[in-house]
């Protein structure tokens, strides 16, 4: 509480600054503000219609000299039980040599497809970046491109493990705990649930090298990230020790917390993922992206894949279809993080005007089971999108 309440008053002090600085008539700076409102309605399995103020975010971008940027983005959910706000991003960005740094949080963009609104098409992420690129880093970054050659490397401070839920309405905890599936993510600390209480004390690097050749609309790349497991995470993940162990979640199934381990015994403490990606666009705004990680958390490898097709149209209705999968590689238990798990994404976009859509998103969710049976998580919502 302590440390959110720090980044809340950071946030708010940089918001202030920038806005300050874009009325002195001494700076050169300006500065633009920007936010954005999902309402949405939820249409669930053991749910009635519920509508549902999804996100606020406010955000500031600083054009500094030297061709430098500062940028702070606070998001506020409404529903989430504790006050809701947090620091999303803070950053500075600026030129050196031909590349760029990036120092502070923010999206990583040493790794895979960078999920941002544009890049991930559907209003919600699919499970791939939800497991693997989905929360925010703190460290720095450098980004190199030039002609075809698009790389990137970063250090910052490492992931924890902990889920995120597959097929939830936020704010909703009693259904959740039934009509919902929990995954194997790496989490940003201190970002929300399903995620551990604090950062990791731990460095990491990422690094991807691929080329973006526009001429044939065609991005690729490898990437790898590798780091050591926080002490805590390796407790949990191989001997269940703790009195809050966030790799042993409430089973949907049984409504009851597992008494199984993902790695029993385990002794390793790497922590490791690497994978291609690519996105690809042809001149009468047909898109196709893929990416797919292989993991190693100590002796636990698994993997993720998606596909994702659709029509992107500038203006008009837009429309996606995505398939993803988390396979574990290992025997299903009473861990329900121990499943394997697949979703198809269904989502339309409707524009009304400039900054207002409506998009209808509809997921099929599964799972395989220790028992063979199913968890109702399938999901459907319309959401009202204002950005200015």
């Given at each position: 509480?302590?440390?959110?309440?720090?980044?809340?008053?950071?946030?708010?002090?940089?918001?202030?600054?920038?806005?300050?600085?874009?009325?002195?008539?001494?700076?050169?700076?300006?500065?633009?503000?920007?936010?954005?409102?999902?309402?949405?309605?939820?249409?669930?399995?053991?749910?009635?219609?519920?509508?549902?103020?999804e996100?606020?975010?406010?955000?500031?971008?600083?054009?500094?000299?030297?061709?430098?940027?500062?940028?702070?983005?606070?998001?506020?959910?409404?529903?989430?039980?504790?006050?809701?706000?947090?620091?999303?991003?803070?950053?500075?960005?600026?030129?050196?040599?031909?590349?760029?740094?990036?120092?502070?949080?923010?999206?990583r963009l040493?790794?895979?497809?960078?999920?941002?609104?544009?890049?991930?098409?559907?209003?919600?992420?699919?499970?791939?970046?939800?497991?693997?690129?989905?929360d925010?880093?703190?460290?720095?970054?450098?980004?190199?491109?030039?002609?075809?050659?698009?790389?990137?490397?970063?250090?910052?401070?490492?992931?924890?493990?902990?889920?995120?839920?597959?097929?939830?309405?936020?704010?909703?905890?009693?259904?959740?705990?039934?009509?919902?599936?929990?995954?194997?993510?790496f989490?940003?600390?201190?970002?929300?649930?399903?995620?551990?209480?604090?950062?990791?004390?731990l460095?990491?690097?990422?690094?991807?090298?691929?080329?973006?050749?526009?001429?044939?609309?065609?991005?690729?790349?490898?990437?790898?990230?590798?780091?050591?497991?926080?002490?805590?995470?390796?407790?949990?993940?191989?001997?269940?020790?703790?009195?809050?162990?966030?790799?042993?979640?409430?089973?949907?199934?049984?409504?009851?917390?597992?008494?199984s381990?993902?790695?029993?015994?385990?002794?390793?403490?790497?922590?490791?993922?690497?994978?291609?990606?690519?996105?690809?666009?042809?001149?009468?705004?047909?898109?196709?992206?893929?990416?797919?990680?292989?993991?190693?958390?100590?002796?636990?490898?698994y993997?993720?894949?998606?596909?994702?097709?659709?029509?992107?149209?500038?203006?008009?209705?837009?429309?996606?279809?995505?398939?993803?999968?988390?396979?574990?590689?290992?025997?299903?238990?009473?861990?329900?993080?121990?499943?394997?798990?697949?979703?198809?994404?269904?989502?339309?976009?409707?524009?009304?005007?400039?900054?207002?859509?409506?998009?209808?998103?509809?997921?099929?969710?599964?799972e395989?089971?220790?028992?063979?049976?199913?968890?109702?998580?399938?999901?459907?919502?319309?959401?009202l999108?204002?950005?200015?």
């Amino acid at each position: 509480m302590v440390r959110r309440s720090f980044e809340l008053l950071a946030a708010g002090a940089l918001l202030a600054g920038l806005a300050c600085a874009a009325t002195a008539d001494t700076a050169p700076t300006t500065v633009q503000v920007h936010g954005y409102l999902q309402n949405r309605a939820y249409l669930a399995p053991a749910a009635n219609l519920e509508l549902v103020t999804e996100r606020v975010s406010l955000s500031a971008l600083a054009n500094l000299p030297n061709e430098s940027i500062a940028y702070a983005e606070v998001y506020y959910h409404p529903w989430a039980p504790s006050n809701g706000l947090y620091l999303e991003s803070g950053y500075y960005d600026t030129g050196i040599g031909d590349g760029r740094a990036r120092v502070g949080k923010g999206r990583r963009l040493a790794f895979g497809i960078t999920p941002t609104y544009p890049n991930r098409k559907t209003s919600n992420y699919g499970i791939v970046s939800e497991a693997f690129t989905q929360d925010r880093i703190v460290g720095t970054q450098y980004v190199y491109k030039k002609d075809a050659l698009d790389t990137a490397i970063d250090l910052q401070m490492g992931y924890r493990l902990g889920y995120r839920q597959i097929g939830s309405i936020p704010g909703d905890s009693t259904r959740n705990t039934v009509n919902s599936v929990p995954h194997l993510s790496f989490r940003d600390g201190n970002s929300g649930g399903g995620a551990p209480a604090s950062q990791s004390t731990l460095p990491a690097v990422s690094a991807r090298v691929g080329g973006n050749w526009q001429q044939l609309g065609l991005r690729a790349g490898i990437s790898a990230y590798y780091s050591e497991l926080e002490p805590g995470d390796f407790i949990a993940l191989t001997s269940g020790a703790g009195a809050t162990n966030l790799l042993t979640p409430i089973n949907p199934l049984t409504g009851l917390t597992p008494t199984s381990v993902l790695v029993p015994g385990g002794t390793s403490k790497k922590q490791q993922v690497w994978g291609p990606d690519f996105m690809y666009r042809t001149k009468n705004n047909l898109v196709l992206q893929g990416e797919w990680y292989d993991a190693s958390v100590s002796s636990l490898d698994y993997n993720g894949w998606e596909l994702l097709g659709g029509l992107d149209a500038p203006k008009g209705w837009k429309f996606f279809v995505r398939y993803g999968r988390q396979n574990m590689d290992t025997t299903p238990t009473d861990n329900p993080l121990s499943w394997d798990v697949n979703q198809w994404q269904i989502s339309a976009v409707q524009p009304i005007r400039k900054g207002l859509w409506l998009q209808y998103e509809y997921e099929i969710n599964g799972e395989k089971t220790n028992t063979g049976a199913d968890v109702k998580n399938n999901l459907f919502f319309a959401e009202l999108f204002t950005g200015f």
